[in-house]
């Protein structure tokens, strides 16, 4: 579904990323480990259209995405869930939600697109009039997940959706991960709690310093010694 190739970016002349290669197929959850300021966001930007690639490829079911803007990803079926939930915090949850349709002309596609949302996050459908900046981090989170649902996409790609949540909220967060790849979404995610995104991944990349260093099985990689030693002590 989703290939990168070489893939080098910089921002204000530094190199961010520097020649990484990786794949996502159909159905799959990929995660990308690594340490703060590895690369990690800086993939997903580019494969989103937030920040220009300098070099190298990036296809999506076969077609070159690499020169495309984020608002043209979207409607290509790719969701962003990104760093820090980004929702809008002076408007209300039902208005965070219908920016995530922006596209979508038909008021009943529109509707049943909520109603999905609401299967997964049902707190949502009772605080769609709360302005969504008074809400909790968790809840945030949720909205920020919600309106990636509302583009109905085929890839969703979330970055760091544990940052400074609860434990009890952040197993939460991955049994829904869980649910929406069994239901067909396919998930390349980003994710500091490397544990808790291996276990959860078919395949998992080590990206360092702008590289990836190790790829495998996401319970091959729990049990490699320097993943062990270097993310999960």
Same mark, same amino acid.
């Given at each position: 579904?989703?290939?990168?190739?070489? &893939?080098?970016?910089?921002? %204000?002349?530094?190199?961010?990323?520097?020649? @990484? %290669?990786?794949?996502?197929?159909?159905?799959? $959850? &990929?995660?990308?480990i690594g340490s703060n300021g590895a690369g990690k966001s800086t993939a997903l930007k580019s494969i989103s259209g937030l920040v220009k690639v300098g070099s190298g490829q990036i296809t999506y079911k076969g077609n070159d995405i690499t020169k495309k803007q984020a608002h043209e990803t979207t409607l290509l079926g790719i969701a962003h869930v990104p760093e820090g939930r980004r929702i809008f915090p002076k408007l209300t949850v039902k208005e965070n939600l219908l920016m995530g349709a922006f596209s979508v002309k038909d008021k009943r596609a529109i509707e049943e697109r909520m109603e999905r949302a609401f299967k997964y996050f049902p707190k949502l459908k009772d605080r769609l009039?709360?302005?969504?900046?008074?809400?909790?981090?968790?809840?945030?989170?949720?909205? #920020? @997940?919600?309106?990636?649902?509302?583009?109905?996409?085929?890839?969703?790609?979330?970055?760091?959706?544990?940052?400074? /949540?609860?434990?009890? $909220?952040?197993?939460?967060?991955?049994?829904? $991960?869980?649910?929406?790849?069994?239901?067909? $979404?396919?998930? /390349?995610? +980003?994710? =500091?709690?490397?544990?808790? #995104? /291996? =276990? +959860?991944?078919?395949?998992?990349? +080590?990206?360092?310093?702008?590289?990836?260093?190790?790829?495998?099985?996401g319970k091959d990689l729990i049990q490699n010694n320097e993943v062990r030693e270097a993310y999960l002590a």
């Open positions: 579904m989703l290939e990168l190739k070489n &893939v080098e970016t910089f921002y %204000s002349g530094i190199q961010a990323l520097k020649g @990484i %290669s990786l794949n996502v197929e159909k159905g799959e $959850i &990929v995660t990308l009039e709360q302005k969504g900046g008074t809400m909790s981090g968790g809840e945030q989170q949720m909205l #920020a @997940i919600g309106r990636a649902l509302m583009m109905k996409p085929e890839l969703l790609m979330l970055d760091e959706p544990s940052m400074g /949540l609860a434990p009890i $909220i952040v197993e939460q967060i991955f049994d829904i $991960i869980r649910e929406l790849n069994d239901e067909g $979404i396919t998930i /390349l995610l +980003v994710e =500091q709690n490397a544990y808790q #995104a /291996l =276990q +959860v991944a078919h395949r998992g990349y +080590v990206i360092q310093t702008g590289a990836i260093r190790l790829e495998g099985y």
